[in-house]
């Protein structure tokens, strides 16, 4: 526990100091997107049904790959989904404030 919460410290260091101190900022858009949004894809994941669309996309595919290459195709559809959704709101300039 005490090692994980260590390494969890350091990381966040790590990111302080690339993103907030070097300004490097141009790979962090993917979590960018996702982190101005993200009560939204939480509440929209109750309200869409992200698993159904991509299963529609990508379940052909997956029937015909092995059962754990099917699992992360999916898993990795299911995400592109749910970031495309939060992408056109990004785009749009909608956000869910609390």
């Known amino acids: ?9 350091l ?3 790590l990111f302080y100091w690339i993103i ?14 996702i982190g101005l949004n993200s009560i939204t894809i939480y ?8 698993y159904g669309i991509s299963d529609y996309f990508l379940g052909g595919i997956a029937a015909k790959l092995p059962k754990d290459f099917a699992w992360l195709l999916e898993s990795v559809g299911y995400v592109a989904i749910c970031w495309l959704f ?4 990004y785009r749009k300039k909608v956000f869910l404030k609390v």
């Open 1 to 9: 526990m005490l090692l994980t919460s260590g390494i969890s410290i």
């Open 11 to 13: 990381l966040f260091a």
């Open 20 to 33: 907030d101190v070097r300004q490097w900022r141009g790979w962090a858009f993917f979590f960018r997107v």
């Open 43 to 50: 509440m929209a994941q109750t309200i869409i049904n992200f």
């Open 86 to 89: 939060l992408y056109f709101l």
